[in-house]
């Protein structure tokens, strides 16, 4: 009898392997699930490899899931897996999968075929893989949101229950473009302000860079110079001051980026912590130039989830669940969470949006008008395409305001250096002047 390795989820959602014998690999799909697992992939074992240890891993296998996960394997009856190959698919590339995948299903491909059609196609490792296990569960008679669940670090709570959504109406291929089309969104939001975040960082990178430059290298031999010119009188105080900070970071060089590293360690953890990130996700949304940004970029995703999720039919709960989770900011998740609670009452999402102080008037005047009028995913749709502009606003005006500040924050730090080097040439031939 044939032997089928096989990877499978248990009820607990952990990821399980072995092999089981069987005559054939329905038949396989079938004893796996009597023994409560959902497999994502079952492959026979080659021949070769069967009659060396197929008998003892088959039987570990159907004996108990666990020992076979221990003993068991891949297809061929072991499977390697590189670190760098598993994990979280970046979101450009899921974003590329998700549009082909509803185009095709949209032509009216079936989804198994357009599963198998990307398959082969896909040049990343870990989402080829992924795909495979997705076309096995749906073979094996799970459904399409099913499968996606089983990989929570690719699949988040929105495309899965949006998924599930088109399933149930029907309506996958518009479920399958509405993810693509907020997927693309988001994208396109967060190149924007990477791309505003690049040039402050950039010229921020060449200043420090700079003044180690000049306060380990240059600034020492201005020093000695000084030392035989005066005769030991005494320097600016000025120059003195900058002098010291030279011969500290020269000394004291693994302290200083010691120092640096801790801060920038401490940073991270309190942000970790609850009141660290309450504080921090605060801080970023009034903090000056910044501000605003962050604020817009948040609102446009919060109504872009909240009316993806709602007019794909998924229940307002549910979303507000889902849109709390994945909003990025701990006053954004209060906000929603009290929206949530009010709709869980019976009562409107008005009030709760008001006193969070976190939507604009606007904003919340509009949903006021969408939920009465019945149309609350149209009106959600244009708030994000509306904030959407004024976040390209917002991103342009910061870049035209940073370019000035750091030109300015560059010349000062190096000015001073200069300035401060200068100041005993001028006492000098002050001197030689008299």
Known sequence: MPTYSYVAMDNKGKETKGTVDAANQNEALTRLKEMNYFPTKVVEVEKKEKKGKGKEKGAKGKGKGKGGAKKGGGAGGFQIKIPFLSGKVKPKVLTTF?????????????????????????????????????????????????????????????????????????????????????????????????????????????????????????????????????????????????????????????????????????????????????????????????????????????????????????????????????????????????????????????APMESSKVFPPMVVSMVDVGEQTGALPEMLMKIADNYEEEVDNAVSAMTSLLEPIMIVFLAVVVGSIVIAMFMPLIVMIDKLGS
């Open 98 to 350: 998700t549009r082909q995948l509803a185009t095709l299903v949209d032509a009216g491909l079936p989804l198994l075929r357009g599963l198998r059609v990307l398959e082969k196609q896909e040049r990343n490792p870990t989402l080829k893989d992924i795909l495979g296990q997705l076309a096995v569960a749906i073979e094996g008679g799970s459904t399409f949101s099913e499968a996606l669940a089983a990989h929570p670090k690719t699949f988040n709570k929105l495309f899965v229950n949006m998924v599930k959504a088109g399933e149930l109406g029907g309506v996958l291929e518009v479920t399958l473009t509405r993810l693509a089309e907020f997927a693309e969104k988001a994208e396109k939001i967060k190149g924007k302000v990477k791309a505003a975040m690049f040039y402050p960082l950039a010229v921020l990178i060449v200043a420090v860079a700079i003044v180690g430059i000049l306060m380990v290298f240059v600034v020492p031999k201005f020093e000695a110079i000084f030392a035989d010119m005066l005769d030991g009188e005494g320097l600016p105080q000025f120059t003195q001051l900058v002098l010291g900070i030279s011969n500290y970071i020269k000394t004291n060089v693994g302290k200083t980026m010691g120092f640096c590293f801790a801060f920038f360690v401490a940073v991270k953890l309190s942000v970790k912590t609850k009141a660290g990130r309450k504080v921090f996700d605060k801080f970023t949304l009034i903090v000056p130039v910044f501000g605003p940004v962050v604020s817009k970029v948040a609102i446009s995703r919060f109504c872009r989830t909240l009316g993806t999720l709602i007019s794909s039919g998924v229940p307002i709960l549910q979303s507000l669940n889902i849109v709390k989770e994945t909003a990025g900011n701990v006053i954004i998740e209060a906000a929603v969470q009290s929206i949530h609670d009010s709709v869980k009452e019976g009562e409107t999402i008005i």
